[in-house]
């Protein structure tokens, strides 16, 4: 059972975030844990205490849940694996990390509630919360059927850790897997067959129940994506180096993903 954190707002990238794990949930087993989190008004809240911050506090909660609802109600009805959302008042990264660790979840999903742009992926990837993330994160811009997923596989450690997040969270799902990766490259490093290191991760998906295919494309046309190239899929998986550079060619490929984007964060 693939535990899953779903971060929500009264928007609607919220009710869109929903409704794309609910969609993955009917190939998934899948637990659906919506939260949200009212955040912390005063910086002084924390020096407050007693019967009145502590009746304060109870009315905000339970406003919240009248205010969130509406979003979880429009869909519960059809995604019989979408849990009462949680309802906490206070940061909301510190809160939903918080959440996250103790709950021991294997997925955290949210709508962008940010510019989708290559400077602006940058910022979230190297934002504090993010690095210290311990799941894979999915984005969510807008809605495509699920017939296909992407996975980037642009170096040996993008590929063990998208084979890693897969071969745990789609487990039997009938939507295939689509392994897009360059031909050898040279790196610092030497000579990579990241050919090898795809086929690797075809069997390690295949036995773990997975359905894949792999695209090798020509260098220059790898580095150079263009809209095209992700137009078909539903899902576009990363993974992505904590400390990722401005040039990354993950971050390019991310920037022009305007569905959903999975990231695995190594």
């Not at 008004?41 to 020096?47: G, I, T, V």
């Not at 519960?76 to 959302?85: G, T």
Request: hydrophobic share 40%; with cysteine.
């Amino acid at each position: 059972m693939i535990k899953t954190l779903v971060s929500i707002e009264v928007d609607l990238a919220s009710s869109l975030a929903i409704r794309f794990v609910c969609q993955i949930g009917g190939s998934i087993n899948m637990e659906i844990h919506p939260i949200y989190v009212k955040e912390v008004l005063s910086p002084d809240y924390s020096l407050e205490a007693g019967w009145a911050s502590r009746t304060w506090e109870k009315e905000i909660i339970e406003h919240g849940k009248e205010e969130i609802s509406k979003i979880v109600a429009a869909e519960v009805d059809f995604c019989p694996k979408l849990y009462d959302p949680q309802v906490i008042y206070g940061n909301r990264q510190s809160e939903v990390s918080r959440v996250l660790q103790e709950g021991e979840f294997d997925l955290y999903v949210k709508g962008a509630d940010f510019p989708w742009n290559h400077t602006e992926l940058y910022k979230m990837a190297h934002n504090k919360f993010y690095q210290h993330l311990q799941c894979p994160l999915i984005l969510v811009q807008s809605l495509r059927k699920m017939k296909k997923v992407l996975l980037l596989c642009s170096h040996a450690e993008s590929v063990e850790a998208l084979t890693r997040t897969f071969t745990k969270i789609w487990q039997g799902s009938s939507i295939p897997l689509v392994l897009v990766y360059p031909e050898n490259q040279e790196t610092t490093s030497g000579r990579i067959d990241l050919k090898n290191k795809v086929l690797d991760a075809v069997n390690a998906l295949e036995q773990a129940g997975c359905k894949t295919e792999s695209i090798q494309l020509k260098p220059e046309i790898f580095s150079n994506p263009t809209e095209d190239n992700l137009a078909n899929y539903g899902l576009v998986a990363v993974g992505l180096d904590r400390a990722v550079r401005k040039d990354s060619v993950d971050l390019t490929w991310l920037s022009l993903v305007n569905t959903a984007s999975l990231i695995a964060f190594y």
